[in-house]
């Protein structure tokens, strides 16, 4: 049988820190409450695993992922792009954290070869609207697709649509409240923003799922890209769970949820695969402390096969570890430990998760 091989994972932050390392380090000025330079996240990182010696190239961050990636061969690869590409100095008011990198380092993003970036989320306007202009025009210059955020409510709200050899998958582009994005963030006719849902209900759920059968076509494979939720818990609330179902339930075939720090449960739900949390990628909180016993230094590629009518036949995930801001693979031990834990909080899912040959398996329990 062909089968549909994508790759997923979660928080793509080429910002900040990581920005400070690639070839073209922007302006490192932060307006956080105890750090002050982006820099200072750079020599934690160095502080905790040795020295980085940037300039690094734009593939350093990715590392050994890209590797992974391309013995792969996913037909489709979809990321959540979560930080502002730009030079403005438009912090946004009433945020803790601000992502920014410079638009001359927008090769980092490229090297990874993202066929969908999801903008949808609570770092994209951290430079206000210009920024998210800026941001637009950085990855349109770079070749690169987008949902979930534009210069209006309409290009917010269009999906990326994708040919492959087994037809077309259309990516839709989500962000929660939940995740953090304030209101004021939603595109509308008049601004830009981001494609934003102030609520996870059932009539929310009716409305997307109704879009979704306007602008797809019978044997489409449909994925929801969307971040929602909170950091720093294993546990899925109700309304997340009771709208993953609802989504499926209503033709969607991967829910690729994201926004937590840390890798969540997983759930295959009616043959569907729903990610409630793909954790952290790319990003520069390798020296932070606090919430070790969360491990957010390990990350996970997802690479989802479905049928050509969209069930999961299996669902295979790459475990690396952040050093020096950049993916390695991580040890058995590690990998090992990650596996007992996503085996234990996806189990009142019904789902099981395995380890073989350094790789897990999740699957749906008999």
């Known amino acids: 049988m062909d089968l549909i091989r994508l790759f997923l994972c979660g928080d793509v932050m080429p910002g900040r820190g990581v920005d400070q390392i690639l070839p073209h380090p922007g302006d490192p000025r932060l307006h956080e409450h105890f750090l002050r330079d982006a820099r200072s996240y750079v020599a934690a990182a160095e502080a905790r695993n040795g020295p980085i010696g940037s300039p690094v190239g734009f593939d350093w961050p990715w590392g050994d992922a890209l590797r992974a990636l391309e013995a792969a061969a996913p037909d489709v690869r979809v990321i959540n792009l979560e930080s502002s590409i ?3 100095d438009d912090f946004a008011p009433r945020k803790g954290v601000h992502y920014r990198m410079n638009p001359d380092n927008v090769g980092c993003v490229s090297a990874g070869r993202p ?43 269009r999906p990326a649509v994708l040919g492959t050899s087994h037809g077309r998958i259309v990516v839709f582009g989500f962000g929660a409240a939940s995740s953090g994005i304030p209101a004021g963030w939603a595109a509308t006719s008049r601004r830009s923003g981001v494609n934003f849902l102030p609520d996870l209900s059932d009539r929310r759920a009716a409305e997307i799922t109704g879009e979704i059968r306007e602008r797809t076509r019978p044997g489409d494979i449909v994925i929801v890209s969307l971040h929602w939720g909170t950091n720093w818990h294993y546990q899925v609330e109700a309304d997340q769970i009771r709208f993953a179902h609802l989504l499926v339930d ?10 937590s720090h840390h890798p969540r449960p997983i759930e295959i739900y009616h043959d569907r695969l729903v990610l409630y949390g793909c954790g952290d990628f790319i990003d520069d909180y390798e020296g932070i402390p606090g919430y070790e016993q969360y491990r957010d230094d390990l990350r996970l590629l997802f690479f989802p096969s479905l049928t050509p009518s969209g069930e999961l036949v299996d669902l295979r995930m790459l475990p690396m570890q952040a050093r020096r801001l950049r993916l390695h693979p991580a040890s058995d031990v590690d990998a090992a430990w990650l596996c007992a834990t996503l085996a234990r909080v996806s189990a009142c899912f019904g789902t099981e998760v395995s ?12």
């Open 115 to 157: 066929d969908v970036c999801n903008l949808a989320n609570n770092h994209v306007l951290d430079f206000g609207r210009r920024g998210l202009a800026d941001t637009l025009h950085a990855l349109s210059l770079a070749g690169l697709r987008w949902v979930g955020a534009g210069h209006d409510a309409t290009e917010a709200r």
């Open 355 to 366: 380890m073989s040959n350094g790789a897990l398996r999740a699957r749906a329990r008999a």
């Open 250 to 259: 209503g033709g969607v075939h991967v829910v690729h949820g994201h926004s």
């Open 86 to 88: 730009t030079r403005s």
